[in-house]
């Protein structure tokens, strides 16, 4: 051996041999360890849990056959990243920078391997555009957290445990994940890992700076022994993330476009020659094929972009036709395609690529035939999940041979198999940035208009289920998926069409609200789903460019919802909608329900009180929660008897309908949410603590309405509105009284040791006698039970409130993260409605979201000149905005104070 080494002849040999070594331990060591982790899950009984964490089954780099790195290739970037990955010296973050086509996912699926079979690598997710659950945001950490299970004993030692404790975590904000599904876990269990997201940029992200690096960079501390690699394009938001003073000193950055052109070149031109081999492996008379200045030829053109070279041999390597031929077509076809065009690079080097593979494959098409070209190519570019041609032909009502042989024309863009039921994506990102963009895309006949393509769809799915919906006899194979595929995803197209599309869409639409919307409600409307898809729907029908359709808005009031969802429900089951009246009660009783009712005689006698009131109050709700009931004082109302309902108002967690019920004006809240379980919590945590409030300053609750997947709360109506809508109205009213008003009501709470946890103008009502009463108890908890929780998702009832009210809180954010809700809290939240109350503006409404986020220092209300706070006032404001809650003044304090300055304030108006 030491012979063979000191031979240079020889290099060549040893580096493959020990590459191949590699690859050998690599495969061993993949397939001993996932053996060892199942048997492991299989012993311990946890496999359960785990299914439910991983949201996105194949996002992990195993589950795919992406491409890797050819050997001898891209070697000084892969050498950069595992030099990081080892030094714990180094920032905990990398961000592997580029721009479309250059390998980024390749980078990413050969350092997966082999970090995984350095045992480095925790867990991957490799996000997607074309797949549903591979580009929503919310379901990375879950699934990184699955990973890390199966992969870590002591993790998952840890985790489980949590999670079967409050099953509610899988749901929480992306900060509420990170925090309780990784942060804590890898906090305690002391781990050393790699976490890989790659293509994050592919991800749905509205937000101007990155949702998960936003996310990330708090925590990054905490974990000093976890390392994130991130992949993605310079997208704006990602680009602000990384220059927020947190992540600044906590990332390493390469940038791939940056990298010297000739060992790019040089790494193109050696795939190019490996790619050429295999084909004359495989096909006869190839020999001195392709020429030196055809290689030579296709790495200029590829102008550092390894897409183009993929993309070019994909084209070359038909199963039929002669490889040479193909490479002569498209070396022609591709200069023609760039006539005109500034000298290739970037962005041009594709564009001429993919003009040149589509004139080839449509060059003789006549206009009939490009509109169904770009009927095909619409529907695989912007279905919401990948279909396949079988699928595309019933949607589109063509033939599937036909489609099949479209699409076949560009199989170097497309990843389509021979099956025509396989779903069929395209190759890459960057087909889909050029075939929408008209500016790269300037064949009108190619180019695809999204709202247009949208448009479309609608009508497709709306013309399918006007079709099939309703039928004795259901449709079977790709007829019932692809009217499964209607069903569950025309809103969403519609809701990415524009006014332009409008009157395409309205015939299709008017013969389905008159005749099928009710099949539909009844056979596929998610029960959860349903008040936002038919909110969606009126939304649609209100606009002004459907007046043949108004007579349709407000087709569904919310007592013909609650039917429908109870039939959509028990259809499914096999249960008649008839008989659904019939049984009685709409959940399961469990046998769990003595100890419900018991718990809750405890709490109505008063015979406990404080921290053993709140912790038996506690376990009342966790118990309904996990038993899916509710105590048998709980009043329970029927649906049909609310009528005359007019939504009110709209947040991220419920809808607010103003109703009538036996006579008298009330308020219905709806929850709704896309997870039953969570949904049904949160009912349950409001509807037993609002049931246990009995108080003149606290809105009565008077029943709860529920049928499968619902859940509803009512109380009365309150005409005078919010405090700050009675003020603006009534000027002279008396804002003390009203103020003392709201602190009895807080006092009671925390004597019961229960806090409100979203405290402001919004939650404080003005009843027909003038007195303030608080509502609004979707926070409310136990004193401190949310400890260490997302402060995010602590705000998702109040939807309601002003935008610089729904901010207040957030400037505690690191108090709430560290406590959380605490009654020191609800003072300090106290303090600001009282002085938004006496001054008429809110305090810190100019610092952003983020700046509250990230704890942005800022100063407080001043005593401005003329404020005229006497007895002590302005000094009891301070005290409540002081950072150390413990010392904040009791709401004992607060209340002896304002009812010393009431005489002389009278009915004065804002001071300012």
């Not at 804590?184 to 509205?206: H, N, R, Y």
Request: contains cysteine; hydrophobic residues 40%; glycine residues 6%.
């Amino acid at each position: 051996m030491q012979w063979l080494i000191n031979h240079a002849q020889h290099d060549e040999d040893v580096s493959r041999l020990l590459e191949d070594m590699r690859e050998t331990i690599f495969r061993y060591q993949m397939a001993r360890r996932t053996q060892i982790d199942d048997q492991v899950l299989s012993m311990v009984g946890d496999a359960a849990i785990i299914d439910k964490l991983y949201r996105a089954q194949k996002a992990e780099y195993r589950h795919s056959n992406r491409d890797r790195c050819l050997k001898g290739t891209r070697i000084t970037v892969l050498d950069e990243i595992e030099l990081w990955a080892r030094d714990f010296d180094r920032p905990p973050i990398y961000w592997l920078n580029g721009l479309a086509g250059m390998g980024k996912s390749t980078i990413a699926q050969t350092i997966a391997e082999r970090m995984f079979a350095d045992g480095q690598l925790g867990a991957s997710f490799f996000c997607s555009r074309d797949f549903e659950d591979r580009r929503n945001l919310e379901f990375i950490f879950p699934t990184i957290a699955a990973q890390l299970c199966r992969r870590y004993p002591e993790f998952r030692s840890i985790l489980i445990p949590a999670v079967r404790a409050d099953s509610g975590i899988v749901d929480e904000t992306l900060d509420g994940q990170m925090n309780k599904l990784l942060v804590q876990p890898l906090m305690k269990s002391g781990i050393s890992t790699v976490i890989l997201i790659d293509a994050l940029d592919e991800c749905q992200d509205d937000k101007p700076t990155s949702a998960i690096l936003s996310v990330l960079g708090p925590f990054m501390k905490q974990i000093s022994k976890v390392k994130f690699f991130v992949t993605g394009r310079p997208e704006p938001c990602i680009q602000n993330a990384f220059r927020h003073s947190l992540l600044t000193k906590s990332r390493d950055i390469f940038i791939l476009h940056e990298v010297e052109p000739d060992q790019v070149n040089s790494d193109i031109q050696l795939f190019y020659k490996h790619r050429c081999s295999e084909i004359r492996s495989r096909r006869p008379g190839l020999d001195g094929w392709p020429t030196k200045e055809q290689l030579c030829l296709l790495t200029e053109r590829a102008a550092g972009l390894f897409i183009y070279a993929m993309a070019t041999v994909r084209f070359i390597d038909h199963n039929i036709k002669n490889p040479q031929t193909q490479l002569d077509l498209l070396i022609q076809s591709q200069e023609s395609a760039s006539e005109g065009r500034t000298k290739l690079r970037g962005d041009t080097t594709l564009d001429s690529l993919y003009m040149a593979i589509f004139h080839n494959a449509f060059c003789d098409n006549d206009p009939e035939d490009d509109t169904r070209v770009r009927s095909v190519l619409g529907a695989v570019f912007f279905a919401t999940n990948p279909l396949s041609p079988a699928t595309i032909a019933v949607l589109l009502g063509l033939d599937p041979g036909d489609v099949f042989h479209l699409l076949s024309s560009l199989h170097s863009l497309l990843i389509l198999s021979d099956n025509i039921d396989h779903p069929v994506q395209p190759f890459h990102k960057s087909f889909y940035d050029f075939i929408i963009n008209p500016n790269r895309c300037d064949n009108p006949r190619f180019c695809l208009s999204p709202p247009d393509q949208h448009a479309e769809l609608v009508v497709k799915c709306l013309e399918l289920m006007n079709q099939k919906l309703g039928q004795e006899q259901s449709a079977e194979g790709p007829a019932q998926m692809t009217l499964g595929y209607a069903c569950n995803s025309w809103l969403k197209h519609l809701s990415s069409t524009t006014s332009i599309q409008k009157a395409k869409i309205l015939p299709a639409m008017h013969l389905f609200l008159g005749g099928n919307l009710r099949f539909w409600v009844e056979r596929y409307c998610t029960s959860f789903g349903m008040f936002n898809e038919i909110r969606a729907i009126n939304e649609w029908l209100g606009m002004p460019q459907t007046p043949h359709l108004s007579h349709f808005h407000g087709v569904l009031p919310l007592q013909h919802l609650q039917v429908a969802s109870c039939s959509s429900s028990l259809t499914r089951t096999g249960t008649s909608s008839a008989s659904y009246k019939s049984q009685s009660p709409p959940w399961p009783i469990s046998s769990d329900k003595a100890e419900i009712n018991h718990l809750d005689q405890v709490l109505e006698q008063g015979s406990v009180g404080g921290e053993e009131q709140a912790r038996l109050l506690d376990k009342l709700w966790r118990l309904c929660k996990d038993f899916q009931d509710v105590p048998e004082s709980v009043r329970i109302l029927d649906c049909d008897n609310i009528s005359e309902t007019i939504p009110m108002h709209v947040s991220q967690t419920a809808v607010v309908f103003q109703g009538i019920y036996q006579g008298r004006s009330v308020a219905v809240k709806v929850l709704h949410a896309s997870n039953r379980n969570r949904s049904f919590r949160d009912f349950c945590k409001e509807a037993v603590i609002w049931r246990h409030l009995h108080h003149p300053k606290i809105v009565p609750l008077i029943g709860v309405a529920i049928s499968p997947g619902q859940c509803l709360l009512v109380s009365d109506w309150v005409d005078n509105g919010t405090i700050d809508q009675f003020i603006k109205v009534n000027p002279d009213a008396n804002r003390i009284d009203l103020l003392i008003d709201v602190v009895e009501g807080l006092m009671y709470m925390h004597n019961l040791s229960i806090v409100h946890g979203g405290l402001c103008m919004e939650k404080i009502l003005i009843t027909q006698s003038g007195h303030a009463c608080l509502i609004g108890f979707g926070n409310a908890t136990t004193a401190g039970s949310l400890q260490g929780s997302s402060f995010w998702n602590l705000f998702g009832d109040s939807g309601l409130c002003e935008q610089g009210d729904k901010l207040w809180m957030f400037y505690r954010g690191d108090e709430i993260r560290v406590a959380g809700l605490t009654k020191e809290l609800d003072v300090y939240a106290l303090g600001l409605v009282i002085y938004k109350v006496l001054c008429g503006f809110t305090p810190f409404c100019d610092i952003g979201a983020w700046g509250k986020f990230m704890g942005e220092s800022r100063a407080k209300p001043e005593d401005a000149a003329g404020l005229g706070f006497t007895g002590g006032l302005w000094e009891i404001l301070e005290k409540c905005w002081l950072n150390d809650p413990e010392k904040r003044p009791t709401l004992r304090e607060v209340l002896a104070c304002l009812r010393k300055i009431a005489p002389s304030w009278g009915n004065r108006q804002a001071v300012v």
